[in-house]
């Protein structure tokens, strides 16, 4: 299968509607992310859903799934706004739980510190009642040039 | 603790993991030593439409999963021990089509925290296809969420 990932792109970013983008990668959709439009930026959400529950005696959203939300946004967030061509394939991903990620909806919100032609630098926060508080904060390299 | 004891705690563990349930990860392997998880291949975790190549994400959940889960291999009653961090890195994608095995262990355990580190790989362990470190938080028997859970995961092997 190929894929025109700059069309999807301009698409999504033209009806302000992420859902066919999201629907392109079956983990996303497992996870259930969605995609908000603020303006000029983009926050992404991870709607609460107990598949995605780790600790069952809080419960907690798992460990992994919040770390794989915020990596999946930070891949995204770079092919929407870096105008990269091709799906960014990971390096590295170095994530700090601050607090439990509660059975409720999270969100996360990308920065990107450094993109290089080769190589790009995100940092991740992720959230859920209020952003100065986070639950989790990340850092990744991507690979940005030809595959 | 018996190696049977510690595999019938660690499928206890991860049996009453949800999100585990959902990617149908398995307890492969589990000793003194350390621990082994399989990640069966499925299409719903695919995180390269192109390739079919699997999410890093869903590897970062093996392996979350498995460094945290290692902590039954050490210590002689089941504790609750949030991650304090995690980082992995990627040597090569996965290979589409085959399963993904994890292997973590725990290198020092104190009063207070326990640092693992494994990796995951396909075929070879000697090629892996991620390097993975973890810190875990003991919480002690204070804290040990629910007495009910331990009781489930730890069974009769007290």
Same mark, same amino acid.
């Given at each position: ?35 908000? #439009? ?6 992404? #959400? ?25 990596e999946?946004?930070a891949?995204?967030?770079l ?9 960014p394939k990971i390096i590295d991903f170095s ?18 510190w450094r993109q290089g032609?080769r190589v790009a630098n995100v940092a ?15 850092r990744a390299h991507f690979k940005v040039?030809?595959? | 603790? +018996?190696?049977?004891? %510690?595999?019938?705690?660690? !499928?206890?563990?991860? +049996?009453?993991?949800?999100?585990? !349930? ?19 291949? +499925? ?26 889960? +290692? ?8 504790? %609750? ?7 992995i890195d990627y ?21 207070? %925290? ?29 804290? !040990? ?14």
């Amino acid at each position: 299968m190929s894929l025109d990932l700059n069309q999807c792109v301009r698409d999504a970013h033209e009806r302000n509607d992420y859902d066919k983008l999201i629907s392109l990668f079956p983990y996303a959709s497992l996870l259930g992310i969605e995609c908000l #439009r603020m303006g000029d930026d983009m926050v992404f #959400r991870l709607p609460a859903n107990k598949d995605n529950i780790g600790n069952p005696v809080l419960p907690a959203i798992h460990g992994g799934v919040i770390a794989g939300f915020m990596e999946h946004s930070a891949m995204l967030h770079l092919l929407m706004f870096m105008e990269i061509p091709h799906l960014p394939k990971i390096i590295d991903f170095s994530i700090d739980y601050l607090r439990a990620g509660h059975y409720r909806d999270t969100f996360v919100r990308c920065q990107v510190w450094r993109q290089g032609r080769r190589v790009a630098n995100v940092a991740i926060t992720a959230w859920q009642t209020n952003q100065t508080e986070p639950i989790a904060t990340a850092r990744a390299h991507f690979k940005v040039d030809e595959p | 603790m +018996s190696e049977s004891a %510690i595999l019938e705690r660690a !499928q206890r563990f991860l +049996s009453a993991l949800r999100h585990c !349930q959902v990617l149908g990860l398995q307890v492969h392997q589990a000793t003194a030593e350390g621990l082994t998880l399989c990640l069966p291949y +499925s299409p719903q975790i695919i995180g390269n439409p192109e390739t079919g190549v699997i999410h890093g994400g869903a590897i970062t959940t093996l392996m979350d999963t498995t460094c945290g889960i +290692s902590t039954v291999c050490v210590l002689p009653e089941f504790e %609750i021990c949030p991650t304090l961090d995690l980082r992995i890195d990627y040597m090569h994608p996965a290979e589409p089509h085959k399963n993904v095995y994890g292997f973590a262990e725990c290198y020092r355990v104190t009063p207070n %925290i326990i640092f693992t580190r494994g990796y995951a790989y396909q075929d070879d362990p000697t090629q892996p296809i991620a390097h993975v470190v973890g810190t875990f938080m003991r919480m002690g028997k204070i804290a !040990q969420g629910g007495g009910n859970l331990k009781k489930d995961i730890q069974g009769g092997a007290q």
